[in-house]
């Protein structure tokens, strides 16, 4: 009876032992099943992001570009506006400069 005792301990050991071994392969195996799954899911997700970012920074790319020929052409055209202001300012006190040089010329002050 000893014997048998002792045999069917070992049994229930060796049993015991599969069974730990088959509940860890199974647990390793679903672990690496998330892992994959989660990687998959963070692919995507960056992916999308990637997507996101480009489409806003092409965006950004294409207004800066429209908006430099713009300024551009605002700068181009005020410029034109303040040369032009200049240029009537010359010829309004043309006259004036000419008369002043002149006086101060023919003139002269002796101290």
Do not use: C, P
Not at 9 to 23: D, N, P, T, V
Not at 68 to 96: C, F, I, M, Y
């Amino acid at each position: 009876m000893q014997v048998s005792a002792g045999a069917d301990g070992i049994q229930k050991l060796l049993a015991a032992e599969q069974e730990a071994q088959r509940i860890v392969l199974e647990a390793r195996r679903v672990k690496q099943e998330r892992l994959r799954e989660a990687k998959t899911e963070a692919e995507k997700e960056i992916a999308a992001y990637r997507a996101e970012r480009e489409g806003l920074y092409q965006k950004k790319v294409s207004e800066g570009s429209s908006g430099s020929q713009a300024t551009l052409q605002r700068l181009t055209q005020e410029t034109g506006v303040e040369v032009a202001k200049v240029q009537d300012d010359v010829k309004a006190k043309k006259q004036q400069v000419v008369d002043m040089l002149y006086d101060h010329v023919v003139n002269v002050q002796f101290t």
